[in-house]
């Protein structure tokens, strides 16, 4: 009888290291799992941005290019100006003499 207790004892010992080594593996793959998929969701969130980064920089090329343009269609506007100015001075002063 003492036998069977001690057998019935180890058994159930025995069995509840099982079924714990067997759930911790079981959480350990969840918890892998989890961790993938937040690597995942991390990574992709870093290539939104990366492309957005590249968008913003393309437009700032752009928008930069168009500012250049616009100073130089500018400064002949006021080179043009000021020769026309000269122009008028000199016909107002011929015109008086």
């Known amino acids: 009888m003492e036998l069977a207790i001690s057998i ?7 069995s509840s290291i099982l079924f714990a080594f067997l759930a911790f593996r079981r959480n350990e793959r969840s ?8 690597e995942g969701t991390m990574l992709s969130d870093i290539v939104y941005i990366k492309t957005c980064v590249d968008r913003v920089e393309k437009n700032i090329e752009i ?4 500012n250049r343009n616009v100073a130089e269609r500018l400064a002949k506007l006021e ?3 000021r020769n026309s100015e000269k122009r008028i001075d000199q016909i107002c002063g011929k015109g008086v003499n």
């Open 31 to 38: 918890d892998h799992k989890k961790e993938g998929k937040h």
């Open 79 to 81: 080179e043009s100006i």
């Open 63 to 66: 928008v930069d290019e168009r």
């Open 8 to 14: 019935t004892s180890l058994i159930a010992s025995l």
